[in-house]
């Protein structure tokens, strides 16, 4: 598959136009005078670098199966990318360790799915907002759910440490202080929903976008009730004089509000997220540890053979089988993938029922689909548009993309395209389109299922990628029992 496209190369040059302007500007008083030290953007575009402070998550950044991925990733690459210059992460295990870095003078910026709180701006700054959360109270779907604070009282609640939410119960404490809870630093959100989830704990706190993402892994983790109302996501920057990249960062958010890039990227890691039920969420959860197992490696393979992302053939195959082998519909398709006759005839499959040859065929017809679409559609939309091809057609998928243009949206997003496909089951609109009739509404949830399949599947293999490496270094550790680690040291990661 190509490489996911962040923004247009127009909106890119308008951008980086006004960004190395105002970094020109900024930077003319070194040309004038070498007698004091750089500023702090002077420091980056001399060295070349961006270092950014952030930890490691599904809304932060993460590894996916095609490098770095994530909703804090993408904004701060798109800004390094503005800047001409390359993006470092430097990787903190907690939120203390992050506001303890920001302290130094050498830090530049903090990109970490943080909440702009009074108590926080006392000590570092904040760029403009670029997304809002609530706060989300979680309670366990078959327990009583807590409908105001003294329903509290008593409980297991355990919160990230040095969080907005740790500062939130802070304050209600003040008019309730039978209120206790619990803080630990080395733990995520997306843990903490599980928590919940399994009944380790009573409640938690998590902010609205974490649980949106992850609600559809952890079902039984309900919500409550909401303890703030809606609060700001910013970047953080060291509380001193120099204003140089806090001007630049600003101007650069400001554009990518004002020229749609935040929606989109809003719109990529957050648009799915309504579109599995609670029953159909814990079939998943169980199907994930289950089934998925003894099919991986067979979507490895199909997936380097035909260079697509394993995570993604794995949530198409849930979606059509729910990675049963032996899947069969009342309207005759079969197999992992759900092929047709004539699709597998197409492919070269000869056995629908032969899990590695329908696989092998799935990513076949998804990528002859794929390279079929017109250059001008782009990145993930050019993926999104596959799956809705490979659900109803190409025929019916092009006659909403021609409604699309007619009625003055662009027909190569598929935002765009999504509002309109439902309209193809209304005479007024297929009656005049060339393929005629369609089940417009099911290659929305189709993809929408897909999307979050797939997020929660590429979240889980990192997650346990990362428990495979936490047990090695345990082994090695007892191994070599003189080997000394220093578990501070900061993990760098060049994006070229």
Same mark, same amino acid.
């Not at 190395?20 to 001399?46: D, F, I, K, W, Y």
């Not at 976008?209 to 609060?231: C, H, I, K, M, Y």
């Not at 195959?317 to 759900?338: C, D, F, I, L």
């Given at each position: 598959?190509?490489?996911? $496209? ?59 199966? @095609? ?35 920001? *302290? ?10 943080? $909440? ?5 701006? @006392? ?10 959360? $609530? ?114 960062? #600003? ?31 814990? $079939? ?56 047709? #006759? ?37 990145? #993930? ?18 006659? *909403? ?10 027909? #190569? ?24 009739? *369609? ?18 599947? *590429?979240?889980?293999? @990192? ?20 080997? @000394? ?12």
């Amino acid at each position: 598959m190509e490489p996911r $496209t962040r923004v247009t190369s127009s909106r890119h040059e308008r951008i980086k136009r006004r960004l190395r302007g105002a970094a020109l500007l900024l930077c003319l008083p070194l040309l004038l005078t070498t007698s004091r030290p750089p500023t702090a953007l002077e420091t980056v575009l001399n060295s070349g670098e961006l270092h950014i402070i952030s930890r490691n998550g599904p809304t932060t950044y993460y590894e996916g199966s @095609q490098g770095l991925d994530g909703f804090e990733y993408h904004l701060a690459k798109i800004f390094a990318d503005h800047l001409g210059v390359k993006l470092i992460i430097e990787d903190k295990d907690t939120l203390k360790e992050i506001f303890n870095a920001l *302290a130094k003078p050498s830090a530049t910026l903090a990109a970490a799915d943080l $909440t702009v709180t009074d108590e926080r701006k @006392q000590n570092i700054r904040f760029t403009v907002p670029y997304q809002d959360v $609530t706060q989300k109270l979680l309670y366990r779907n078959g327990e009583k759910r807590p409908k105001t604070i003294e329903d509290l009282y008593g409980k297991r609640i355990l919160v990230v440490a040095n969080s907005s939410h740790s500062e939130r119960l802070k304050e209600l404490q003040k008019d309730h202080p039978q209120l206790i809870w619990h803080e630990q630093g080395n733990v995520e959100m997306i843990e903490l929903v599980e928590m919940v989830h399994d009944g380790t704990i009573d409640h938690t706190i998590v902010d609205s976008n974490a649980f949106d993402l992850n609600r559809g892994l952890f079902p039984r983790a309900r919500v409550a009730f909401d303890t703030s109302e809606a609060q700001q996501l910013a970047w953080a920057l060291p509380k001193n004089s120099d204003d140089s990249l806090y001007n630049v960062a #600003n101007e650069f958010l400001i554009e990518a509000r004002d020229s749609n890039l935040l929606n989109e990227l809003t719109e990529r890691f957050y648009g799915h997220v309504d579109s599995i039920d609670a029953n159909g969420a814990l $079939t998943f959860g169980y199907r994930l540890k289950s089934r998925l197992p003894k099919w991986k490696e067979t979507l490895k393979k199909a997936g380097e053979k035909h260079d697509l992302d394993w995570h993604l053939l794995a949530a198409i195959s849930y979606q059509e089988s729910h990675w049963n082998p032996k899947a069969t519909s009342y309207t005759g398709v079969r197999g992992m993938m759900m092929l047709t #006759n004539a699709t597998a005839k197409e492919v070269g499959v000869t056995d629908r029922l032969d899990p590695v040859q329908s696989i092998d065929g799935g990513a076949i017809y998804f990528k002859k689909i794929y390279n079929r679409l017109p250059k001008t559609i782009t990145g #993930n939309d050019r993926t999104w548009m596959t799956l809705a091809s490979y659900n109803v057609g190409y025929g019916h998928l092009e006659d *909403a993309r021609v409604l699309t243009q007619r009625l003055d949206k662009d027909p #190569n997003k598929w935002s765009d395209v999504r509002e309109h496909l439902p309209l193809l089951t209304k005479r007024k609109y297929y009656s005049k389109a060339r393929y005629g009739y *369609a089940r417009g509404w099911e290659p929305v949830y189709y993809v929408q299922n897909i999307r979050s399949f797939y997020k929660t599947i *590429a979240w889980q293999d @990192q997650l346990q990628q990362r428990h495979l490496a936490t047990i090695q270094k345990e082994k090695d550790t007892e191994i070599a029992p003189n080997t @000394q680690y220093d578990t501070d040291n900061i993990k760098a990661m060049s994006v070229l």
